[in-house]
């Protein structure tokens, strides 16, 4: 496939090294590579269609060098304060970006954040995301989405009496068949395209309007606990073996 895209993109992974949910997650195998190493490997794919840089943010000297062993950029260690549990992924992202910018003297116009808890992510869905917001100039974002397994008409609030009631006030109990519902959708977790301004101005990872890239749900696992681990383990095995397709 041509280059045609015609700006400068960054692509931006963080990874810290202290984990709550699953310790030293980003370090944890999954086939023969660390989790970090899917998505750097497969932003470095998806390089071969577009032209992207790929950098990575860490506090972390083991997982750096393990990002560096997968190919990506990884030219610093980021602040301790930036490293805390409560902070959250733009001011990493923007500090990633200057950083960049000062080294290679150039300037990005579009930046995409991955994240590494996500490793199913696939080549192509980076690059779709990558031309949707380029084929739309009036967009200041673009991001992975995938079908809701538990329709939001289906979800529950349980009242301090115990009394059960809809989560979404329909007036009457929706019975209807899944396939009669309407199609609502969440984040996938895995990849955020968006302009400079929307990062470096607005400091937020997404702006508004947003383009929602349809991506499957299997590529769509935000690992957070070791239940989430093993089920991409899994995952990732049927497709290596051929089995997922």
């Known amino acids: 496939m041509a280059k045609l895209i015609d700006f400068n993109a960054l692509v931006v992974v963080i990874a810290r090294g202290d984990s709550k949910g699953v310790p030293r997650k980003n370090l944890m195998p999954v086939g023969n590579l660390p989790l970090l190493g899917h998505i750097v490997q497969a932003a470095i794919k998806a390089s071969e269609t577009l032209p992207l840089a790929v950098i990575l943010s860490t506090d972390s000297e083991e997982i750096r060098q393990a990002a560096i062993d997968a190919g990506a950029w990884a030219p610093f260690l980021r602040p301790a304060e930036l490293a805390e549990d409560d902070v959250p992924s733009w001011p990493v992202v923007q500090h990633a970006v200057e950083q960049a910018e000062s080294i290679k003297r150039t300037r990005y116009d579009v930046i995409v954040y991955l994240q590494p808890t996500a490793p199913l992510c696939r080549p ?22 995938t079908e809701v397994e538990t329709h939001p008409f289906r979800m529950k609030r349980l009242l301090n009496d115990g009394r059960l009631i809809n989560y979404i006030d329909q007036g009457f109990e929706d019975m209807r068949p899944r396939q009669q519902l309407p199609k609502v959708y ?3 977790g895995s990849v955020y395209v968006s302009r400079r301004k929307v990062v470096m101005e607005g400091n937020t990872l997404v702006g508004d309007p947003c383009i929602g890239v349809v991506v499957p749900p299997e590529t769509a696992i935000d690992i957070d606990t070791e239940i989430d681990l093993e089920l991409v383990r899994l995952l990732y095995e049927r497709k290596k073996s051929g089995r997922g397709d």
């Open 186 to 188: 969440r984040r996938a």
């Open 124 to 145: 192509e869905d980076i690059v779709r995301c990558i031309r949707t917001l380029h084929e739309n100039p009036n967009a200041e974002s673009a991001v992975a989405v």
